[in-house]
């Protein structure tokens, strides 16, 4: 069955820093999406970068990118430079391709703090 | 631009009553998606849908029912609304064929007393 895990419950960084908060990921599908949403403290989910499977290069958009580890199943978001507005929590997720394409997967997620 | 639209943003409902949490997407998205969020668990799917007259059980499906007649409804029922029932819940919608995520509505706020 496919899973997410997500062992960091808190991170502090320092605004203009860059921080990475950790994912991995558990399935049998050979095809998978990899995705990261934001849940900033008003409630709403927003999409922030996808990882396919097959793809060869790290997902990067803008500030945020992926360093994914395929043989590892770990797929870790890196935030550069800092901003206030960072400070929010964190999901990863992740969809199958062939058995359970239907139905995203979240961990638990990872609770960001910015501090200036 | 609508996109994914879900009514009412907050409910308290008294143990037993029932109610429906609305959910509405104007994007032609096949799937749709109901998930409940509470502290430490991270998102948990409930009920979901791939077309208009199909649906699906998710991780968390006991208490709730849902039905898809239009692609662009997916009503989440609560029968008999119970304490553990109090969460935020989401409605979701997506591309059957696309790769990418999903898109969310913002929530609505379920307190049962």
């Known amino acids: 069955a496919q899973k997410i895990t997500q062992t960091q419950p808190g991170m502090f960084v320092q605004e203009k820093e860059a921080v990475t908060l950790d994912c991995t990921y558990d399935t049998s599908d050979q095809s998978y999406g990899l995705f990261w949403y934001k849940q900033p403290s008003s409630g709403e989910m927003i999409f922030l970068i996808y990882q396919g499977s097959y793809d060869e290069q790290n997902a990067t958009e803008g500030r945020y990118s992926l360093n994914f580890q395929k043989a590892r199943k770990s797929t870790n978001l890196v935030i550069s430079a800092s901003q206030l507005g960072d400070s929010a929590m964190y999901f990863c997720a992740m969809r199958e391709m062939n058995t359970g394409f239907q139905k995203l997967v979240f961990g638990t997620g990872t609770r960001l703090l910015v501090s200036p | 631009n609508a996109g994914v639209t879900q009514t009412p943003k907050f409910q308290v409902l008294k143990t037993g009553q029932s109610m429906t949490l609305q959910c509405a997407q104007d994007m032609n998205h096949e799937y749709m998606s109901w998930y409940r969020q509470d502290p430490g668990m991270g998102l948990r799917l409930i009920h979901y849908?791939?077309?208009?007259?199909?649906?699906d059980q998710g991780e968390v499906p006991n208490g709730y029912n849902v039905s898809r007649s239009t692609t662009e409804d997916f009503p989440l029922r609560l029968l008999s609304a119970a304490p553990s029932q109090t969460s935020v819940y989401f409605c979701?919608?997506?591309?059957?064929?696309?790769?990418?995520?999903?898109?969310f509505g913002s929530g609505t706020r379920l307190t049962v007393v």
């Open positions: 979701a919608s997506s591309y059957s064929a696309a790769p990418g995520g999903y898109t």
């Open positions: 849908s791939v077309g208009a007259g199909i649906t």
